[in-house]
Nanobody, 109 residues
Framework: QAPLVESGGGLVQPGGSLRLSCAVS??????INWSRQAPGKQREWVAG???????IYAESVKGRFTMSRDNAKNMVYLQMNNLKPEDTAVYYC?????WGQGTQVTVSS
């Protein structure tokens, strides 16, 4: 099994919500981060934390996105509310140099 596997992406209208999931294998959950990459743009860090520190968010998503962890299931989630067209990107979970394959989020009417 790949160490990091994202799911939950899709097409949603502006103002809608999605929850992304990251299945984690072989890593502690406390240093998992989320980043995204829009077409033609550089990869952008979205949310995450260092071990034993609180989760923090990029200014562009603060108040709309919430990251959570389920240690029993080895899962990390990214709840995304009030989505905007500029949130359209491939979303990745990662830890150190290990990255998942990404899941596409498209926000469009």
């Amino acid at each position: 099994q790949a160490p990091l596997v994202e799911s939950g992406g899709g097409l949603v209208q502006p103002g809608g919500s999605l929850r992304l999931s990251c299945a984690v294998s072989g890593f502690s959950l406390d240093a998992i981060n989320w980043s995204r990459q829009a077409p033609g743009k550089q990869r952008e860090w979205v949310a995450g934390a260092l071990p034993r520190l609180s989760i923090i968010y990029a200014e562009s998503v603060k108040g709309r996105f919430t990251m959570s962890r389920d240690n029993a299931k080895n899962m990390v989630y990214l709840q995304m509310n009030n989505l905007k067209p500029e949130d359209t990107a491939v979303y990745y979970c990662h830890r150190g140099g290990a990255w998942g394959q990404g899941t596409q989020v498209t926000v469009s009417s």
